[in-house]
């Protein structure tokens, strides 16, 4: 966020005692000395900031308790209480509050007037003169804006920030004091106003606060039933305060995520109307406030052979069965207003798996209609199928041979993964089985195919591949392999576990890998160190592991990559370093073919541009890579290019060249280089 700031001065040397009211002036026994008036522009460039409408939506999502991370929250080293101190902070704490409360409609004004006194004794000083030089030094519209946008994102949707922020200060000097009144004329966002441009429509924040509350006041109605009877009630109420909006729903485009399919449930108004969203999520959202375990997800429903279309439902685990509960077909009118889509589970379906595409579903006979429900590869990937997916008791299954868990292996010269082989000689349907995996700090689990069936020593093995951010590298991952009934429990495991025990274990092949896997933990805390800008604990536990290991990084030298200075061609390139190494270039022309070694890259974008990209492998990170644009040569580029370019410049927080960034391009290099050395990859 850049900002443009204009300020003006304009100090009148004479008394308007018409300004403020004599008996302001005191009794007469003190001497007014000065009249001020000081007026203080500050406009931001937010081009590259959420909207209006995103910020808001953020808003109503705290108002119903939902957490929102996507990214809106701005990542300040210190909070405005934090950082701020004397007569900033007390001002800051002031605007914070009157920022809440027009945020909340409490408030319609976005003029908002702070009074201001302050003793020369406070500044240590000698007069209300010298007092208020002091103030003036030390006061910053800019920086109490920008503190609100970092601490209160969310608070500041009405905030037209193009348009900016005016301050004015009037008031007097006296011979120990000075008493001012500054007044900040926020202005508004033009969706936001109400009858000009400095206040606040209160209406539809006052519409989402009212349906929290109401939402709020029904899960506590609720609170102490049984957990089959609130079920029941959420599904009535639901079904009573909803209309089901037939217009939207015929837009095939139509997107979930609108958070108002969650007010216009709870607002009150018959006027508004939702889709299948608003059933569901108002379900799921009564169900998580009074603790009935219950998820929400998405895909496809079809009756009667028709075409049918996307669909949110929810499913929920009660007494060790799962349910699918369908809130939207269980309104007057709907093919299951009579409770034939409502905690129904696989006793009263069929269920269907189609190998091919992988989708999971259910087929119900309501009616005498033919109800068909699938779940699309988002809610499959989110979800292990038998324990959240499978209607039914999930704790059941039949008895079969399980595949036999061999160990763990860790990739190293190419992405960072931890590999799981099983055998499965004696498995039926070995190719049913896949791999589900999360990480100790994530929700849900991720499915992974076999990639391929690999033999040693004339055993083969089936092996899967859990692949790990470098920022992921002391995370435990939980992991089972299963076939949608059957499962083999594995122990938690992590990147750091199979390198500890390289680094520690005496033996000549161990000791082959010991540099290379310091290297990844190197790698990984500095990686730690920019992406997440703070602290890792990753380089105290390599030296917990080798008491003489010494990072290679305090001895860089940029004579080693000396080969790799190449003048520009003038064609933007980068690195994108969140999740591996990709090589990112730049292109104006979205309609080319690119290809690197053969294989097509798609065109993205981001806040730069289009551009495409491709993965490097460690082993490879030295090479020079050629693109080609419909056949021929775009640009070539290494990632040791890059390196050698961003450790050889000026540091420039403006194009993010730091140190940190030089500490991990520097880790990537010496992780490369080991990494070559261990495949022999010339």
């Not at 007092?131 to 030390?138: D, E, I, L």
């Not at 061999?406 to 099983?422: N, Q, R």
Request: proline share 1%; charged share 20%; net charge negative.
């Amino acid at each position: 966020m850049k900002l443009r700031r204009l300020l003006s001065v304009l100090l009148a040397l004479t008394m308007m005692a018409q300004v403020l009211p004599l008996s302001a002036i005191a009794d007469g026994s003190e001497e007014v000395t000065e009249y001020v008036y000081v007026t203080d522009t500050v406009t931001l460039d937010d081009t590259e900031d959420p909207s209006n409408d995103e910020l808001f939506e953020g808003y109503v999502e705290q108002l119903f308790g939902i957490s929102s991370n996507d990214g809106i929250m701005t990542a300040a080293t210190y909070t405005g209480e934090d950082a701020l101190s004397g007569a900033m902070l007390d001002i800051y704490k002031e605007l914070k509050s009157a920022v809440a409360k027009i945020a909340s409609g409490e408030e319609t004004s976005a003029v908002v007037s702070i009074p201001v006194t302050y003793t020369a004794s406070y500044y240590g000083v000698s007069t209300g003169n010298d007092a208020w030089s002091a103030f003036s030094s030390t006061f910053s519209s800019s920086t109490l804006v920008n503190y609100l946008l970092h601490d209160c994102p969310y608070e500041m949707y009405w905030f037209d920030k193009q348009t900016g922020m005016e301050t004015s200060t009037s008031g007097y000097t006296y011979s120990a004091y000075f008493a001012v009144t500054i007044t900040f004329t926020f202005y508004v966002a033009s969706d936001y106003q109400d009858t000009d441009n400095t206040t606040v429509d209160s209406e539809k924040v006052a519409t989402a606060v009212a349906a929290a509350e109401y939402a709020q006041e029904i899960a506590e109605t609720y609170k102490y039933y049984t957990e089959i009877d609130k079920i029941n009630a959420f599904k009535e109420i639901i079904c009573e305060l909803a209309s089901y909006d037939h217009d939207a729903a015929a837009d095939s485009n139509y997107p979930y995520g609108d958070i108002w399919q969650l007010v216009y449930v709870f607002d009150q108004d018959e006027e508004t109307k939702v889709v299948c969203e608003g059933y569901s999520k108002a379900f799921q959202y009564l169900c998580d406030l009074c603790g009935v375990d219950c998820i929400t997800v998405t895909g496809y429903n079809m009756s009667d052979g028709s075409s049918g279309g996307s669909h949110m439902w929810n499913v929920v685990y009660y007494d060790g069965v799962n349910y699918l509960v369908d809130v939207t077909n269980s309104d007057a009118g709907t093919a299951g207003q009579n409770g034939g889509l409502f905690m129904v589970c696989a006793d009263e379906a069929t269920a269907i798996y189609d190998g091919t595409s992988g989708y999971y579903g259910y087929i119900f006979t309501v009616n005498n209609k033919v109800i068909t429900y699938t779940y699309d590869t988002t809610t499959l990937s989110l979800y292990p199928y038998e324990g959240y997916l499978a209607l039914g008791n999930v704790a059941t299954g039949t008895t079969v041979t399980l595949p036999s868990f061999y160990g763990k292996a860790l990739t190293l010269d190419g992405e960072i993964g931890v590999t799981y082989y099983f055998t499965m000689d004696d498995v039926t349907n070995p190719d049913d089985y896949y791999l589900m995996a999360k990480f100790a700090d994530d929700t849900y689990y991720v499915k992974y195919d076999a990639a391929e069936q690999k033999t040693i020593d004339d055993v083969t093995y089936y092996h899967y591949t859990v692949y790990v951010n470098p920022t992921q590298i002391n995370s435990s991952i939980n992991a089972y392999l299963t076939d949608g009934t059957n499962k083999v429990e594995l122990d938690n495991y992590s990147v750091y576990d199979y390198c500890a025990y390289a680094i520690t274990t005496e033996t000549e092949v161990w000791q082959k890998v010991e540099a290379l896997c310091e290297a990844v933990l190197n790698y990984g805390y500095y990686a730690e160190k920019w992406y997440n800008n703070g602290s890792s604990a990753l380089q105290t536990q390599i030296k917990g592991l080798d008491k003489d290991w010494t990072d290679p990084v305090t001895n860089f030298s940029l004579s080693e990559l000396s080969d790799y200075a190449k003048e520009s061609d003038g064609i933007d390139k980068t690195l994108a370093l969140d999740g591996g190494v990709y090589i990112r270039v730049y292109v104006t022309d979205t309609t080319a073919t690119y290809t690197v070694d053969g294989e097509k890259l798609e065109v993205g974008e981001d806040s730069n541009g289009y551009y495409v990209e491709f993965k490097v492998y460690a082993k490879e990170m030295y090479k020079t890579f050629t693109v080609l644009m419909n056949g021929n040569t775009y640009t070539t580029y290494s990632v040791y290019t890059y390196i050698y370019n961003v450790c050889n410049s000026e540091n420039d927080a403006s194009k993010g060249i730091t140190d940190s960034l030089k500490d991990l391009c520097k880790s990537i290099y010496y992780y490369g280089e080991l990494a070559r050395d261990y495949t022999n990859w010339n």
